[in-house]
């Protein structure tokens, strides 16, 4: 009955595959794991199982995420900050973004930016932050306890192993500074333009163009570095096959995501930071500025910059890497099976189906696959706070992703060897530094890239009336005109009787004795996010130690089994021992080497005396 009732009446494990998993009418299934182990083998399993407990789990963080969007827009309409950026009244002058070129200009033009930053700004989510830390450490928890059930489930409890980079980081850094100066000089060009329409949206222009450019440049670089890991592994000549995929994993990790993260690293905790002030800019190639932040900060810009990158990346793997080239080979390689058979003279025999599964696409392992996902797992949870639909999207992405693989395994790839091995290898290793390397990045990104402890400082510390109007004003330096250096004060201006313009800073004003300065507000605010970088992080640490210890790695009911199951061993054992010793040819001899008081007493003493013995 049920599947093994289709194999007895000639259903092959392909063809039930290929109905019961490798389908899309199927996505609503639980996967036939098992099954896959048997046609597949052990390390293919263990790759479709862990994906499928990770998808499941996405679950709950996606929900979650999507109501802390849904916060942010009921919620933007009533938040202060946003209305005063928004509000024309105050008529706040801002500095130019650019020297000689760029004019004056006014800070409710990004009133967008503000209320979007809000969206993925707000007080929900540094909660969700908190929550994600759990969230990883729960689902290492629960895998461990899943891997745990099926090793059992395939009798690999007592299995043991069996034996069968400097220019590269020079290049993605390279890149990322590439795409930089772009945006710098773009900026400084379009300035120029006189339409005020292209003037105020120069600096969205810029962003979306130089994200576009940043994700193309991770996609190729992506491949780039694979042949780079496998031509850097295969010199190394290691020893045995699982030290040279050891190998290959842990090179093939590190360069593919410094060239993923690299872009969101330097938007998060680079840009802006060392751009200087009015007066006194920091500058490259001797003309242009460093770039900085809009007033409502840097995160909008790693949100925009994340999902841009995450979902492009994704849906050109799943669209052209897996779909749409092995579409385009298959007919390329079927055409050459037949000129091949043609020049054999063998065009006349009919094909059989070994023949037709010799012409699939080569085995190429499970490590690609991993990666994958394992990139995708540091944009959910490194990033997470800036971002909270990003587990929404990873788990839309896992659902096809599932089937695509299934779909190639079974119908694009030439069925590999099976291959035991006794669990996920390295990449759960890899898994846990990214859960706990997450912690850090939220804290800082929560502290530095967005506005909660500034608002929050501001709102018990600063507020006359404690609540968050005048926070705008609180947020922005002034800087006099006529400290411009000479030929980088706007040399045409729409503005007319500007003398004093703001800035995003702390700093004293020109009127005080220190001029330009650091602020005690901007030391305060400092340590403020120092203290709560400290926080966060111990209480992550805190409750993901408290989970773990929590969950037991090995659940109840199997742990009771397997000591059942070891019970019945060593009852068999010593049965097995009385028998063998009962039929020793001298008495004497079997009383010195098991005496029967002793085989009572303490059986495992006779068994391991036994097979020291033997």
Known sequence: YGLYGLLARGVTFAHLLYEEWANYGVMCKYQPVDLIRKYFGEQIGFYFAWLGVYTQ???????????????????????????????????ITMCPLCDAVCDYWHLSSVCSQARASYLFDNGATVLFAIFMSLWAAL?????????MYLKHSWDLTSMEDEEVFMMCIFVTFSAVFGVAVYRICMLSVWSMNPDPEAKASVRMTVTTTGIILNMLVVLVLEEVYGAIAVWLTEIELPKTTEEFEERLIFKSFFLKSMNAFAPLFYVAFFKGRFAGRPGDYVYIFGDYRMEECAPPGCLIELCIQLSMIMLGKQLIQNNVFEVLIPYVRRPIRNKRAAEDAENDGEEQRPRQQFDKDFTLEPYEGVSPEYMEMIIQYGFVTLFVASFPLAPAFALLNNVIEIRLDAAKFVTEVRRPDAVRCKDIGIWFNIL????????????FVISFTSE??????????YS????????????????????????TAPSSSLSTGVTMCRYKDYRDPPWEKDAYTFSKEYWSILAAKLAFVIFFQNLAMFLSMLVAWMVPDVPRSLREQLKKENMMLMEFLVNHDEEVLSKARSPKQSMILCPPCTLKKCPHIVVYIWVFLT
Request: positive net charge.
């Open 57 to 91: 789990l996405l679950i709950p963080p996606s929900v979650l995420g999507i109501f802390v969007f849904l916060y942010g827009i009921f919620t933007v309409d009533d938040n202060v900050p946003s209305q005063e950026t928004c509000d024309n009244g105050l008529n």
């Open 139 to 147: 689902f290492l928890e629960h895998w461990k306890r899943r891997q």
């Open 432 to 443: 846990c530094g990214i859960s706990k390397f997450s912690v850090i990045t939220n804290a």
């Open 452 to 461: 909660f402890v500034p608002r929050m400082m501001f709102k018990f510390m």
């Open 464 to 487: 006359v009336n404690g609540t968050m109007s005048g926070y705008t004003q609180h947020s922005l330096s002034y800087f006099s005109v006529n400290n411009f250096p000479n030929g």
